[in-house]
């Protein structure tokens, strides 16, 4: 099945996102916890007029009930894109499966996967299309 391709608005909303995890990374550095990026990233993006929602509780619809799984998206930004972030050694399937699965939950399209544990950011940057 042929998707439409993302919208010029959500791909600018994503633009706006990788670069401000660019100006976070290129600040702190890599080696911190996860949450310290998150609280500034999530900065970031609101000083640049973006909105921004942290640790969204994502439910599961199950027998058309809505039932609490556990799932937290990490930020969703502008109502398009979700991010899911990581300071891991490693990126592994495991990571992109999560964004996969918080995409298809939340009927999004596009989810960046940022891995801040890197020396240079764009190395750190996945982008997943649903």
Same mark, same amino acid.
Request: glycine content about 4%.
């Given at each position: ?43 970031? @993006?609101? &000083?640049?007029? /973006? ?7 994502? $439910?599961? #619809?199950?027998?058309? *009930? =809505? ?37 298809? @939950?939340? &009927?999004?399209? /596009? ?7 890197? $020396?240079? #950011?764009?190395?750190? *940057? =996945?982008?997943?299309?649903?």
């Amino acid at each position: 099945m042929q998707r439409e391709p993302i919208s010029e608005e959500v791909n600018q909303v994503a633009k706006q996102i990788v670069d401000a995890a660019f100006n976070v990374h290129s600040a702190l550095g890599a080696g911190l916890l996860e949450s310290v990026y998150e609280v500034c990233l999530e900065y970031e @993006l609101t &000083k640049r007029g /973006l909105r921004v929602e942290r640790q969204l509780v994502l $439910p599961v #619809i199950y027998d058309n *009930i =809505k039932l609490e799984a556990g799932f937290r998206i990490d930020l969703l930004v502008n109502q398009c894109v979700i991010i899911e972030l990581k300071a891991v050694e490693t990126l592994l399937p495991v990571h992109t499966a999560q964004v996969i699965t918080y995409l298809k @939950l939340s &009927k999004h399209r /596009l989810g960046l996967l940022i891995n801040f544990n890197v $020396p240079l #950011i764009k190395e750190g *940057i =996945k982008r997943i299309v649903l």
